[in-house]
């Protein structure tokens, strides 16, 4: 069975019950597995990583099976905020450099850019039809602090610095300091890209499976077992693709390596171009402020707007009552002009960190043939994708012929173990007071 370190309910339909996504388009219906199958390779998780994977590798000629616990798009997959951006790392590039080196940091930094351009080749290449929009993403200062700094960093990589007087003509109104835009990302519908990733993975011959658990997995000697409720995976190589939603035992050389953390999104009605005007906010970039506990927001193409925030230590029906009304708070007080217009939707989900604050990709040490791909800090869209395109080098044995840094290759173990969410409420109270 599986060992959670949230409680059910975080793992369960309430936080995902109005979640806009699941309205844009409908859900593929993969088979459950039934009975024994063997294959070259198990996917253990069917969103992008490991849907990622699947595809690459059965491009490559490998025989695949995934395993998806629930229905397709159920996981953080299918309801992020739809950022495919520069991220993966809360680790800054100075204290990067001073762990792991200059030459390494520099390789995880071509490694975020490259995998925004796999995102784009992958829908490119199978005509995905995924609402993309966004001209690369602005960061918002909330602070004069926080200006000063979007400033020196403009100046340092000649890029163009808006300061607030000039942010409502540039459709970026609301309650900020100034913003700057990194050219590289855009935005897109998560279940749309994440349902064609699928589509061209089964295409090359992947197998996928719905409503099959992992509840065990072992190994023999020779091969990985995975078991379900009602069939098991035999392969000699396996890919553990569960990122924020993981469990302590499958395997068992996770336990205290990942940090799942609450991420809430609202959706708004559509807002007119006359109230777009009056807030001044009119731009299709996707943003997100400087705070450490920080907000993202863009407005989509149907005028509707996604506004979302990390925050959340607890999961229940009252605790998702209460984030859900101090985040209406934060966009009412960010975007005042819009404090009439209504929420629609509303949703929660798990995003992933490590204690060394870098994702994780490569070989389980001392588990032969096992593999893992997880721990992107909120940015899995592009990082996730990437990571599935490693993984599948990998598993061939093959050298990556992309990017691929040593910083990625670590995953300690968090203090604590099991009741390491103690950890948190004192690092989210540090945060707040420095935002």
């Known amino acids: 069975m599986m060992h959670r370190i949230f409680s059910d309910y975080a793992?369960?339909?309430g936080p995902r019950s109005t979640?806009?996504?699941?309205?844009?388009?409908?859900?593929?219906?993969?088979?459950e597995l039934q009975g024994d199958q063997t294959v070259d390779v198990a996917i253990i998780g069917g969103g992008f990583t490991g849907l990622s994977a699947a595809l690459h590798m059965?491009?490559?000629?490998l025989n695949v099976a995934v395993l998806e616990a629930e229905t397709p798009g159920w996981g953080a997959s299918g309801r992020n905020g739809g950022f495919c951006c520069l991220g993966g790392a809360k680790l800054g590039a100075r204290a990067m450099a001073r762990v792991y080196g200059s030459t390494e940091t520099q390789v995880y930094q071509a490694g975020e850019e490259a995998a925004v351009h796999l995102v784009e080749q992958l829908i490119a290449r199978h005509r995905i039809d995924a609402d993309t929009h966004s001209q690369g993403e602005t960061v918002m200062a909330h602070s004069a602090k926080a200006r000063a700094a979007l400033m020196r960093e403009a100046e340092n990589e000649q890029a163009e610095f808006i300061d607030a007087p000039q942010l409502a003509a540039q459709g970026l109104g609301g309650a900020f300091h100034g913003a700057l835009t990194t050219p590289v990302g855009f935005a897109l519908n998560p279940r749309k890209y994440l349902f064609g990733l699928a589509h061209a993975a089964q295409t090359a011959g992947a197998d996928l499976y719905q409503n099959s658990p992992a509840i065990s997995l072992h190994h023999d000697g020779k091969h990985w077992h995975a078991v379900t409720p009602t069939g098991r995976l035999r392969a000699s190589r396996m890919v553990i693709a569960t990122n924020g939603y993981s469990s302590e035992n499958l395997p068992d050389w996770l336990a205290g390596r990942?940090?799942?953390a609450q991420s809430t999104v609202m959706v708004t009605r559509p807002i007119t171009p006359d109230e777009q005007a009056r807030q001044g906010w009119t731009s299709a970039q996707m943003a997100y402020?400087?705070?450490h506990?920080?907000?993202?927001?863009r407005l989509m193409p149907d005028g509707r707007f996604l506004f979302g925030m990390r925050g959340g230590l607890t999961s229940s029906p009252r605790a998702e009552k209460r984030i859900r009304a101090v985040l209406r708070s934060h966009f009412e007080r960010l975007f005042p002009a819009w404090r009439h217009v209504d929420t629609s939707h509303n949703w929660s989900g798990m995003v992933c960190l490590s204690r060394n604050l870098v994702p994780f990709v490569g070989a389980v040490p001392d588990h032969p043939g096992l593999f893992a791909g997880l721990c992107y800090h909120g940015n899995g869209v592009a990082m996730g994708s990437y990571s599935g395109a490693l993984l599948a080098q990998l598993v061939q044995g093959s050298t990556p012929d992309m990017p691929y840094s040593k910083v990625m290759q670590r995953l300690p173990r968090f203090p604590?173990?099991?009741?390491?969410?103690?950890?948190?409420?004192?690092a989210y109270g540090l945060l707040g007071l420095m935002d």
Do not use: K, Q, V
Request: with cysteine; net charge neutral; proline share 14%.
């Open 19 to 31: 979640c806009w996504w699941d309205e844009t388009c409908p859900a593929p219906i993969w088979p």
């Open 293 to 297: 506990m920080l907000h993202y927001f």
């Open 289 to 291: 402020d400087t705070r």
């Open 11 to 13: 793992y369960g339909a």
């Open 58 to 61: 059965s491009e490559a000629g």
């Open 416 to 426: 604590l173990g099991r009741a390491r969410r103690l950890l948190m409420p004192p």
């Open 258 to 260: 990942y940090m799942p």
